[in-house]
């Protein structure tokens, strides 16, 4: 599973490719669970109703 944070501006991590927030340039990648920031609100919902696209 990936997550993915904007390098500039946000400490928010997104895990979900259809969240309208899904970082696609200038981010950073991890592979494992954060441990810095914020997990996004957006994705976490989309994870609630198991409509997140990983
Ligand atoms: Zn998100």
């Given at each position: 599973m990936e997550y993915r944070?904007?390098?500039t501006g946000s400490d928010t991590w997104h895990f979900c490719k259809n969240c309208s927030n899904w970082?696609?340039?200038d981010?950073?990648?991890?592979y494992d669970k954060p441990t810095t920031g914020e997990l996004c609100d957006q994705c976490?919902?989309?994870e609630a109703n198991k409509?997140?696209?990983?």
């Open positions: 944070k904007k390098k970082p696609t340039t981010y950073d990648t991890r976490r919902a989309k409509n997140c696209s990983k």
